[in-house]
């Protein structure tokens, strides 16, 4: 589990306005109900044109197209720049823009056209009806015609709009608009959000228009780029053969940076931009498993255990957390495999004993484990110590290098030169010189944001993707890394 632990993300994008969820979906609601109210209105004028075309009534006629003037007097034709003003915010303040996407362009263009036809043809043919029936008693043949036509071309193109809306067809306007950083991402929609230990979410995620999703193997995680722009990493934790969902547990952070608590607040058909899965946290073939996991680590394990199962592979999984009821999937995999599964809650159980655990292990097993540091740590000592016949791999939440020293930082391209104090990353303080570094998990993860060491000795975090250049050259990776005193890269 790639934890959420890091205070930003910052990442080049297309320019957008950022709004609270709150408040995109107000606009949404005003949006849709502004356009449900436009498109009533003009079916309404376009069935009274008609019922007055075979009525022949003078008097109803009359009645008829009085109640038109008094709709067009109370402004009800003034919805339509509500829905332009409402769909003009939402543009930008999604990623669909007003001018990225066809279809955006062409619902736009839809709109203005029946606004455009409203002012120069409908309100001009209401008010010539209106004045002929009050000067002569009769409708005018020409104003009704063109009211008739006009109507109904107005229906027809606000429902195309309206089906643009709901279709989203086509792609955007230039590929190479599209920001280098986002290569391969894809929309998928929420299809349900579920509580599933004390401050766990388990978040559901559906290609759109149920289309099938790639395939993954266990390990894998995935980006997530939230209606905010923040991007976070977060393990799979669905059955790899599934390929018609994902699934992923986030744990709340309340003294984070938000990203988890934004990933709390998605409900049901909210639309959120993912990478392609990538596995650094791959599962190999072993004639026996034991998955060792702490707290919300559990999510990439639950993956493997399925993929494992399937196999029809021996396996047992040891599981910590602070209590069961912070303990996600805990009740499931209990239940589900009793005899597979220890908990050790350790405000009841305390912690496992990870030299029994190891010790009996047959040769050539696989142990996995995915939890904070001290644990992968512990129980990477114990395997060193008890059991070298097992091959061990971990995932552990981020933790820093082991100096958390004061040191100087040295951009040479730039020019610039900073002190890195004991609390705060390189990154920051490369960022707040004016030093432009791209970032993206900032756990030291995906290397978006890795330098190369022109001069010293880099103190990278073992988490790192790559500390090493293909040339020898090492890496430095300002989010998580430190120095011991003077450190020169390439920036």
């Given amino acids: ?32 109900l502004a356009s449900v109210g436009w498109l009533a ?27 038109v003037k008094v709709l067009g007097d109370l402004g009800v034709g003034a ?3 509500a829905v332009l003003g409402t769909g003009l915010a939402l543009g930008l303040s999604t990623r669909w823009g007003v001018v990225r996407h066809w ?25 010539r009806l209106g004045r002929h029936l009050e000067d002569s008693g009769a409708t005018e043949p020409s104003a009704h015609l063109e009211l008739t036509v006009g109507a109904a071309v107005a229906f027809a193109v606000l429902m195309f709009a309206a089906v643009l809306s709901y279709a989203k067809p086509w792609g955007p306007v230039r590929r190479s608009a599209e920001v280098p950083l986002e290569d391969g991402r894809f929309d998928v929609r929420v299809r349900r959000g579920v509580l599933i230990a004390g401050r766990v979410r388990s978040i559901e995620l559906v290609g759109v228009n149920n289309r099938l999703l790639p ?24 059955d790899p053969a599934d390929r018609l969902s994902y699934r992923i547990a986030v744990r709340r952070e309340d003294a984070g ?17 993912i990478s392609p899965p990538r596995n650094m946290f791959s599962l190999s073939l072993h004639p026996y498993y034991l998955f060792v996991a702490g707290g919300i680590g559990i999510t990439p394990i639950v993956s493997m255990i399925c993929q494992v199962e399937r196999a029809r592979l021996p396996w047992r999984l040891v599981y910590t957390g602070r209590s069961r009821t912070m303990m996600a999937f805990a009740d499931q995999l209990a239940t589900t495999w009793p005899g597979n599964v220890v ?27 995915c939890g904070p540091d001290p644990m992968v740590r512990a129980l990477s ?28 930082l040295v951009a040479k391209r730039s020019g610039a030169a900073v002190a890195v104090g004991t609390d705060q990353s390189a990154l920051d303080a490369l960022l707040g010189a004016g030093v432009e570094v791209p970032s993206s998990c900032e756990i030291g993860v995906c290397g978006t944001c890795r330098l190369r060491v022109v001069d010293g000795r880099p103190d990278n975090p073992s988490q790192v993707a790559e500390p090493v250049a293909p040339d020898g050259a090492p890496y430095f990776y300002p989010c998580v890394g430190r120095a011991r005193d003077h450190l020169v890269v390439d920036a």
């Fill in 1 to 32: 589990m790639l934890a959420d632990l890091a205070p930003k993300t910052r990442r080049r994008r297309a320019l957008r306005f950022g709004l609270p969820n709150s408040v995109r979906r107000a606009l949404t609601a005003c949006h849709v």
């Fill in 41 to 67: 209105y003009v079916a309404f004028v376009l069935a009274l044109s008609v019922y007055v075309y075979f009525a022949d009534d003078p008097e109803r006629a009359s009645a008829v197209w009085m109640a």
């Fill in 79 to 81: 919805v339509s720049f």
């Fill in 103 to 127: 279809w955006v362009i062409a619902k736009l263009a839809a709109a203005f056209a029946v606004v455009l036809g409203g002012l120069l043809v409908l309100r001009p043919s209401v008010a």
């Fill in 215 to 238: 395939p993954f193997e266990a390990g894998a995680h995935i980006e997530l780029e939230l209606p905010s722009g923040m991007v976070r990493h977060y393990s799979l934790c669905s």
């Fill in 257 to 273: 940076s938000g990203g988890s608590r934004e990933v709390h607040r998605l409900r049901h058909g909210d639309l959120v931009r």
């Fill in 343 to 369: 908990l050790y809650p350790t405000d009841t159980a305390g912690r496992p004993n990870l030299v029994a655990e190891v010790a009996g292990l047959p040769s050539g097993t696989g142990v996995y484990a």
């Fill in 381 to 408: 000592e114990t395997v060193e110590r008890v059991a070298p016949h097992v091959e061990l791999r971990s995932e552990r939440f981020a933790t820093g290098p082991s100096s958390r020293e004061p040191f100087e």
